[in-house]
């Protein structure tokens, strides 16, 4: 019986690490005390990212809707203050835990009506009005450690015609961009492989121990 209850635990973490979403809330927007979107449908185990794009704001979690007092909850969500910067905003991010209606606000200016709500469901569950996706971030290269300035080759470039090099130059530009491409799409097919690989090696480790 117990070996059945942890096998059922199991299989129910690992459906909800391939299946859980990242949702974005834009906070703050034009001089308007606003998140967008402030009320949508989410997944237990799904994460949220609030990414503070204009004014001074931040995000705390509420126990009633509309409320400006914080959550009495031990491990209520709450996020430093924070300044907007639409080129590079700030983020914070919220991992939603179980189902039931999730309520928040900025302390600065919930008076103002910045408060909203998210529409916690089991995990799995079909969703009637999801948020927006926020969009996965770019794979990062590891950074190569450079030479010493005294190990660098002293090697003179050859001399080539100016309109070879720009030729060149211009033939080189598409194939980096259609590599970086290719790179992206093979990273985002890599990811889920493993996923799925995750969800296959642990449901044959559970049938191989029950036999």
């Given at each position: ?15 909800t690490f391939v299946n859980s979403e ?190």
């Open positions: 019986m117990i070996k059945l209850i942890l096998s059922v635990i199991l299989i129910t973490f690992l459906f990242n949702w974005m809330v834009q906070v703050g927007n034009a001089g308007k005390t606003v998140f967008i979107p402030d009320n949508f449908d989410a997944n237990a185990g799904d994460t949220v990212t609030f990414n503070f794009v204009d004014g001074t704001h931040d995000v705390a979690q509420a126990d009633e809707f509309g409320k400006c007092i914080k959550s009495a909850l031990p491990d209520a969500f709450n996020s430093p203050i924070n300044t907007g910067n639409a080129a590079a905003p700030p983020t914070a991010v919220w991992t939603l835990g179980n189902a039931g209606p999730v309520n928040y606000f900025c302390t600065i200016h919930c008076v103002d009506g910045m408060f909203a709500k998210i529409n916690v469901l089991a995990a799995g569950a079909p969703l009637n009005a999801p948020g927006v996706k926020a969009a996965a971030p770019p794979a990062t290269p590891p950074a190569q450690p450079s030479a010493p300035a005294d190990d660098l080759p002293n090697v003179q470039p050859p001399k080539t015609p100016s309109t070879q090099s720009s030729a060149s130059a211009s033939t080189s530009v598409p194939v980096s961009t259609e590599t970086s491409n290719n790179n992206k799409s093979s990273a985002a097919r890599t990811d889920k492989q493993i996923s799925v690989s995750v969800v296959f090696g642990a449901l044959i480790l559970l049938i191989g121990y029950f036999l």
